[in-house]
């Protein structure tokens, strides 16, 4: 299979009810191209989002922004005095920021933000496409920039997809030896965001590029939508990131204001009595009667009765694990003073 990529060049700068379509057109048109049927064209979300006009308005504070733009709190960190959110965002996808934006944002000065539902998006824009060209079916993809757990960098995806099968199921198949395939599923829309990337690049004013060569994957429905690449619920095994999980077991949830009251984790290395400290905060956040004393290495604990002594302890002992240290507990089992040696693990 031959595949071509070709970038669209000479798009103005996008503006709140612009005619993308014809602003695409005119763009392959200067590109030495005219749409067929199955092609794709994969269109940054940011010129989707300058269409339609979803800025946030110019005196709104940023961290309000994305909260709202928010669904939950999936990890966050600080750095350099700055909280930085992955989330999953009212658009979709688990992002940085839930994908709220100031970069490439032409002369405008405010924050833009995802559709609301990038897969109507994309399915109006697959309609106006073919109404205005006459070329029918095509495919399109509403691409976005994320970065990925378990990798460096950042890669183009499928924001929002139309007239596209968005994943390649070849379970029930087999491999070149023959053996049954069982769980492999290819993310097609995915592959076709970064694959139109290589040639439409971000600082390059470069919002489009034209795929050609896929038409076996070009539906005549507008399909299932980029969204059917999201996964949520219980196969969602990610939901929380390892520290945020730990916290949010003992009732701190990321993103919530006790999170922001016991303190959040920095990116950079931090020392031990700062995170022993955080520890402290989330274990003991909604527990009163319980007093600690902090030493250089150890902890001693002390309540009202053993029982309120052995709920502090415990929580302390998971608290301290969730910031990379380790416990080893002193004490009788029904005194109402324990020691809580701190290590590195």
Known sequence: MALTLTPLPGMPEVRAGADLASLLLAAANRAGVRLAAGDVLVVSSKVVSKALGLWAPSHADRDDVIAAQTRHVVAERTARGRTTRIVHSVAGPVMAAAGVDASNTGDGDGLLLLPADPDAAARDLRAALSAASGVAPLGVVLSDTAGRPWRSGQTDFALGAAGLEVLDDLRGGADADGR??????????????????????????????????????VTDTDGPGAAALVRTGREDWFDHGRAEAVRASLGVEPGSAASAECGIAAVHPEPVSERVARAVRVALHDLPGVGVDAGRDDLRVTAEDAYLLGRAVARLEVAVWGEGLSVRVQGPPMGVEAVVEIRER
């Open 180 to 217: 049954p395939l069982t769980v492999t599923t290819r993310a097609l829309a995915d592959e076709l965001a970064t694959a139109a990337d290589l040639v439409k690049g971000k600082a390059d004013a470069l919002p489009a590029a034209l795929v050609r060569g896929v038409g076996a994957w």
